[in-house]
């Protein structure tokens, strides 16, 4: 028994002394950014569990500058604060930072690395975002969005203006978004009351449960193997669960497909690859089999309905604390397009609509601390060394809420984005980054931004937006995790406008 003993504080004792002499010998290669102390393999326990994480990197940012070093567990992570490195690391060096880090539920979440937005970057990846790039373009021309988004609102505004008492706006702005990304994807409209709507809404709700309590797996992966959390195992399955459904979806789409129409997404992606097949690119065909398509459909539909339904949560939200700014948009709306419905072409028109969709994005906190990068090299930020395969985050909060940049930041102020005759500024701010930017730029951004401002438009020119009688606005909040921001419940009561 003693030498037992012996033996095992004389491997603590060599495991102490290895992890001391590599821990010196990277400190003497690398000039690494500053960091707080923390214990080593638990690492900062108290910031990478706490719910408002971004918050807490951002008062470090404030002690040890705007590239942090942290750990999470085992695993060194770099945070950027401040949109000056944001910048360096994703536009200047983009190559360098276009990796992504290898996480447990990544994994699971990409398919084993066959998606767009989890997957590293490599050839294959330029090749499947290419194609995917193409058929958003695809998509984009004509009217086909536009006349999705008109169907979809109307039979939900129509639902709205039955209600003779307050309600949750969240109720309907869920399930109008699910509809929508529903349309995009699979071509189809679906019944207001459609089950199969609500179950994808149910299991979409309870992805989310679980990826913001995050996973015990992507601190310490071989538990996974060994013996997997049940939180970790309901996580696998729902996620099967939904990839089933889009495979279900996709695999209709292939036996009907008809090169000649292009009903949704899915089929500007069938396209796009006949077309690399067509041109004889041999390469792409064999990295973009059915897989890698199921994946990329599944990155849209996702992304797009929680970042959009957050987004309309909390633009309803300002609009009923501000009912001046409320009333402006409106008469803007009134004034660009009159009678008729809102439309592609009024896009450029409703500045001010489009300076609170920004504000929106920028104080409404949907986006936290965005997808975690990876260093595929040796590289530096902000004067620091950077070695390779390091995570390194991007905390979003911050960038929209450095006083550097915003004057009065946690105030609700569309006026930032607009010059002296009240139109868009030609270029967006330059701390305010909800899609990201370098080689991750967010490949929904070209379909989120007129979606948005068209439900926007389209809410307002119909309706009169307020709190229920002896109701007082307020700004409170919940955070979901990973530092989304989500509004505290809230019940609002409409009224149809005249000649609307």
């Known amino acids: 028994m003693m030498i037992l003993s012996l033996n095992t504080q004389t491997v603590l004792a060599g495991l102490a002394i290895g992890l001391l002499v590599y821990y010196v010998i990277k400190r003497m290669r690398y000039r690494l950014p500053p960091g707080p102390w923390c214990i080593p393999l638990v690492g900062h326990y108290k910031v990478y569990t706490a719910a408002d994480i971004h918050k807490k990197f951002y008062e470090i940012s404030k002690v040890y500058g705007p590239v942090v070093r942290l750990s999470f567990g085992p695993i060194p992570v770099i945070v950027?604060?401040?949109?000056?490195?944001?910048?360096?690391?994703?536009?200047?060096?983009?190559?360098?930072?276009?990796?992504?880090?290898?996480?447990?539920?990544?994994?699971?979440?990409?398919?084993?690395?066959?998606?767009?937005?989890?997957?590293?970057?490599?050839?294959?990846?330029?090749?499947?975002?290419?194609?995917?790039?193409?058929?958003?373009?695809?998509?984009?021309?004509?009217?086909?969005?536009?006349?999705?988004?008109?169907?979809?609102?109307?039979?939900?505004?129509?639902?709205?203006?039955?209600?003779?008492?307050?309600?949750?706006?969240?109720?309907?702005?869920?399930?109008?978004?699910?509809?929508?990304?529903?349309?995009?994807?699979?071509?189809?409209?679906?019944?207001?009351?459609?089950?199969?709507?609500?179950?994808?809404?149910q299991l979409d709700t309870e992805l989310n449960d679980y990826l913001a309590k995050g996973f015990l797996e992507d601190i310490i992966p071989y538990m996974e193997r060994i013996y997997p959390t049940r939180q970790w195992q309901m996580f696998v399955n729902k996620m099967k669960q939904f990839f089933n459904f889009i495979r279900e979806k996709f695999i209709q789409h292939k036996d009907t497909f008809d090169t000649g129409v292009r009903r949704d997404f899915i089929d500007s992606m069938l396209i796009a690859r006949q077309e690399a097949e067509n041109e004889g690119d041999e390469a792409v065909l064999e990295k973009l089999d059915d897989a890698y398509l199921i994946h990329t459909v599944a990155d849209i539909f996702l992304a797009g309905v929680d970042t959009t339904r957050f987004t309309m949560d909390w633009f309803v939200y300002f609009m009923t604390r501000?009912?001046?700014?409320?009333?402006?948009?409106?008469?803007?709306?009134?004034?660009?397009?009159?009678?008729?419905?809102?439309?592609?072409?009024?896009?450029?028109?409703?500045?001010?609509?489009?300076?609170?969709?920004?504000?929106?994005?920028?104080?409404?906190?949907?986006?936290?601390?965005?997808?975690?990068?990876?260093?595929?090299?040796?590289?530096?930020?902000?004067?620091?060394?950077?070695?390779?395969?390091?995570?390194?985050?991007?905390?979003?909060?911050?960038?929209?809420?450095?006083?550097?940049?915003?004057?009065?930041?946690?105030?609700?102020?569309?006026?930032?984005?607009?010059?002296?005759?009240?139109?868009?500024?030609?270029?967006?701010?330059?701390?305010?980054?909800?899609?990201?930017?370098?080689?991750?730029?967010?490949?929904?951004?070209?379909?989120?931004?007129?979606?948005?401002?068209?439900?926007?438009?389209?809410?307002?020119?119909?309706?009169?937006?307020?709190?229920?009688?002896?109701?007082?606005?307020n700004l409170e909040y919940h955070i979901l995790g990973f530092g989304v921001e989500l509004p505290s419940e809230y019940k609002i009561v409409v009224q149809e406008r005249i000649g609307n």
């Not at 944001?86 to 990409?110: N, Q, T, W």
């Not at 090299?377 to 991007?394: E, F, L």
């Not at 105030?411 to 868009?424: H, K, Q």
């Open 80 to 201: 950027l604060n401040d949109i000056e490195v944001v910048l360096e690391a994703m536009v200047k060096k983009k190559a360098d930072f276009a990796g992504r880090p290898k996480i447990k539920s990544g994994e699971v979440f990409s398919g084993g690395s066959k998606d767009i937005a989890l997957s590293n970057y490599s050839p294959t990846w330029k090749c499947h975002r290419r194609v995917a790039g193409k058929a958003l373009r695809y998509y984009l021309q004509g009217d086909l969005l536009e006349q999705m988004i008109q169907d979809n609102m109307n039979k939900f505004l129509d639902e709205m203006a039955r209600e003779k008492d307050s309600f949750a706006f969240k109720d309907y702005v869920d399930l109008m978004v699910f509809h929508q990304l529903y349309t995009i994807c699979f071509g189809e409209k679906r019944p207001v009351d459609d089950e199969e709507v609500k179950a994808i809404l």
């Open 322 to 473: 501000f009912p001046d700014i409320q009333s402006k948009c409106q008469e803007e709306i009134d004034r660009e397009v009159g009678s008729e419905r809102p439309s592609m072409k009024h896009r450029n028109k409703l500045h001010f609509l489009e300076a609170c969709m920004f504000e929106t994005m920028r104080l409404g906190g949907v986006v936290g601390i965005g997808v975690p990068h990876m260093s595929i090299c040796d590289s530096q930020i902000g004067g620091y060394d950077i070695p390779k395969s390091t995570m390194v985050i991007i905390n979003h909060w911050g960038l929209h809420h450095d006083p550097k940049y915003w004057k009065d930041p946690e105030t609700f102020d569309p006026y930032r984005y607009l010059d002296e005759n009240g139109e868009m500024k030609p270029a967006k701010p330059d701390s305010w980054l909800p899609f990201s930017a370098g080689r991750r730029v967010c490949l929904g951004e070209a379909v989120a931004k007129p979606e948005i401002l068209l439900m926007c438009a389209n809410l307002l020119q119909r309706f009169d937006i307020r709190l229920p009688d002896g109701v007082k606005p």
